[in-house]
């Protein structure tokens, strides 16, 4: 059995490819349709109560949220806890000036 090291010449044109699929998978992103992100606010108002001053929810709210919309996920990558707080964070404040 003969051994190589790292410094001698390949044998083989393959022996130099670096399979780098399963390590370096792009992340899919989770995909947010308007049904989705209606979903997401009728679900929030349905949980105000648990709004805090700043119009922020607690994480298990965001969790559930998540956990709702994913029963009728069509496309994208599962929706998480961390997504759906920034999903809130970048509509929250146009739709919050429009319920007051």
């Not at 992340?27 to 700043?54: G, Q, T, V, Y």
Request: net charge neutral; hydrophobic share 35%.
């Amino acid at each position: 059995m003969q051994t190589r090291s790292s410094k001698s010449p390949s044998n083989s044109e393959h022996e130099d490819l670096v399979v780098t699929s399963s390590a370096k998978r792009e992340k899919e992103n989770a995909s947010w349709s308007l049904e989705d992100e209606a979903k997401l606010l009728a679900f929030l108002m349905e949980h105000r109560a648990s709004m805090s001053d700043n119009q922020m929810f607690k994480g298990a709210i965001f969790n559930e949220a998540a956990t709702e919309l994913n029963k009728s996920l069509v496309k994208g990558a599962a929706k998480t806890e961390a997504g759906v707080k920034a999903k809130w964070s970048r509509v929250c404040h146009p739709f919050c000036y429009c319920d007051t």
